[in-house]
């Protein structure tokens, strides 16, 4: 095979397998963001409270 032909071949490999993997991307972007979408409503603030012992905060107690 002539030398521009492989190059061809591969040049044409490579064009296809770029476009394979920016649409599994794109899927899988798109999955996230519904999932995402989807936690952002049930997301719920908890109350801290400064340990004084330590200095971290934990969860506020009732």
């Known amino acids: ?10 040049a044409l ?9 920016s649409a599994e991307t794109r899927r899988i972007n798109a999955a996230l963001d519904r999932h995402r979408a989807a936690d ?3 997301v719920k603030a ?3 409270e400064r340990d004084p012992v330590t200095g971290d905060y934990r969860p506020k107690k009732n």
């Open 40 to 42: 952002a409503g049930e």
């Open 13 to 21: 490999g490579a064009a296809a397998l770029v476009k394979v993997i």
């Open 1 to 10: 095979m002539p030398p521009f032909v492989i190059v061809a071949l591969g």
């Open 46 to 48: 908890v109350p801290l």
